[in-house]
């Protein structure tokens, strides 16, 4: 396999030529031109024009990037498609289509579906469009907090959203309309954070957590929650025991840190044990793919999605473009 140190001109095209039959030449990243992620499909097409200069079939496999309009996802294949030449999907993304398809399709039952993660506001879309395919719906991480405010209680220096108090009671009303099973944590695991003075590589205050313990109700002023707790925890294990097709997407705390890691291992091996016993798991890229991979499962499951932003936003139902510009998918 040879490497090119751009993705288009000469000296591209005169490696391309010079491979010999079944030779593999890999490009630069197409990242390192702006016209590739320009909104503006007239300033896209002129770049897309010059990749598919090298192409007489283009074959997409990059599903974590099919939700985004990019020359290389969907102008590319225009530009292919305009002089007749196929454009596919590749074995990748033939599997997350097929996969993530299937749980809307055709789900085997009891369908259990676990999602966690921060913020309520990323994941409205796709809770509400589970709760019409979903036998069971079980709420984890940070955005469990904004239904704990919702109903009154406190969340300390939990993150959550105050703006979407009426979103998340309006979920948990569709659920009980539909007589779909609405699982919300009954314990924490919650800290003190103290700031250590040093930031992340992102310029964000780095924190230490200290007093760490369980409750089961209010979370005092100075204290954030972290993970479900125990008790959440075998809760959420039993609905998982018995599923058919379960459908998880987002960690249920902060497990990158080993104090704040048992629900998330909890869930993961509940998950790992009902696919083990049949049923067919998919796991929604990721955080989710790391939290698994943490605790040694990722072989247990049935498939890990690639996709982040386009796993969600196909379980929103959105029409992905890096999809939608293939002829043969």
């Given at each position: 396999m040879?490497?090119?140190?751009?993705?288009f001109?000469?000296?591209?095209?005169q490696?391309a030529?010079?491979?010999p039959d079944?030779?593999?030449?890999?490009?630069?990243?197409v990242?390192?031109?702006?016209e590739?992620e320009a909104?503006?499909?007239a300033v896209?097409?002129?770049?897309?024009?010059?990749?598919?200069?090298?192409?007489?079939?283009?074959v997409n496999?990059?599903f974590?990037a099919?939700?985004?309009?990019?020359?290389s996802t969907v102008?590319?294949?225009?530009?292919?498609k305009?002089?007749s030449g196929?454009c596919?999907?590749?074995?990748?993304?033939e599997?997350?289509?097929?996969?993530?398809g299937e749980?809307?399709?055709?789900p085997?039952r009891?369908?259990?579906?676990?999602l966690?993660?921060?913020?309520?506001s990323d994941?409205i879309?796709?809770?509400?469009?589970l709760?019409?395919?979903?036998?069971a719906l079980?709420?984890?991480?940070?955005m469990?907090?904004?239904?704990?405010?919702a109903h009154?209680?406190?969340?300390?220096k939990?993150?959550?959203?105050?703006?979407?108090?009426q979103t998340?009671?309006?979920?948990?009303?569709?659920?009980?309309q539909?007589n779909?099973q609405?699982?919300?944590?009954?314990d924490?695991?919650?800290?003190?954070?103290?700031?250590?003075?040093?930031l992340d590589?992102?310029?964000?205050?780095?924190?230490?957590?200290v007093n760490?313990?369980?409750?089961?109700?209010d979370?005092?002023d100075?204290t954030?929650?972290?993970?479900?707790?125990?008790?959440t925890?075998?809760?959420?294990?039993e609905a998982i025991?018995g599923?058919?097709?379960i459908?998880?997407?987002?960690?249920?705390?902060?497990f990158e840190?080993k104090?704040?890691?048992?629900?998330?291992?909890?869930?993961a091996?509940?998950?790992?044990?009902?696919t083990?016993?049949?049923?067919?798991s998919?796991?929604?890229?990721?955080d989710?793919?790391k939290?698994?991979n943490?605790?040694?499962?990722g072989?247990?499951?049935t498939?890990?999605s690639?996709g982040?932003g386009?796993?969600?936003e196909?379980l929103?139902?959105?029409?992905?473009?890096?999809?939608?510009?293939?002829?043969?998918k």
């Amino acid at each position: 396999m040879n490497f090119a140190d751009d993705c288009f001109g000469d000296k591209v095209e005169q490696m391309a030529k010079a491979l010999p039959d079944g030779g593999i030449l890999m490009l630069e990243n197409v990242r390192f031109h702006p016209e590739e992620e320009a909104k503006d499909e007239a300033v896209r097409m002129p770049f897309a024009e010059r990749l598919a200069r090298l192409a007489d079939v283009y074959v997409n496999d990059a599903f974590g990037a099919a939700h985004r309009a990019h020359a290389s996802t969907v102008t590319v294949a225009k530009v292919i498609k305009a002089r007749s030449g196929p454009c596919a999907a590749g074995l990748l993304m033939e599997r997350e289509l097929k996969f993530l398809g299937e749980v809307f399709e055709s789900p085997a039952r009891p369908f259990v579906v676990l999602l966690g993660g921060a913020k309520v506001s990323d994941k409205i879309k796709v809770i509400n469009r589970l709760i019409d395919k979903a036998d069971a719906l079980l709420i984890g991480g940070a955005m469990a907090c904004t239904f704990m405010l919702a109903h009154g209680q406190k969340t300390g220096k939990s993150l959550v959203e105050p703006d979407h108090k009426q979103t998340a009671l309006d979920a948990e009303a569709k659920a009980r309309q539909r007589n779909v099973q609405f699982l919300l944590p009954t314990d924490f695991v919650v800290a003190t954070p103290v700031e250590t003075g040093k930031l992340d590589s992102k310029g964000r205050p780095i924190f230490d957590y200290v007093n760490l313990r369980t409750l089961s109700d209010d979370i005092p002023d100075d204290t954030q929650s972290l993970d479900i707790g125990p008790a959440t925890a075998r809760r959420y294990a039993e609905a998982i025991h018995g599923a058919k097709t379960i459908l998880w997407n987002g960690p249920m705390g902060m497990f990158e840190d080993k104090r704040f890691a048992a629900g998330t291992e909890a869930i993961a091996q509940a998950v790992a044990a009902a696919t083990q016993a049949g049923a067919r798991s998919i796991i929604g890229g990721g955080d989710s793919v790391k939290a698994l991979n943490q605790a040694g499962l990722g072989s247990k499951v049935t498939f890990m999605s690639t996709g982040g932003g386009a796993t969600l936003e196909f379980l929103e139902g959105k029409e992905l473009p890096g999809v939608a510009a293939l002829t043969d998918k």
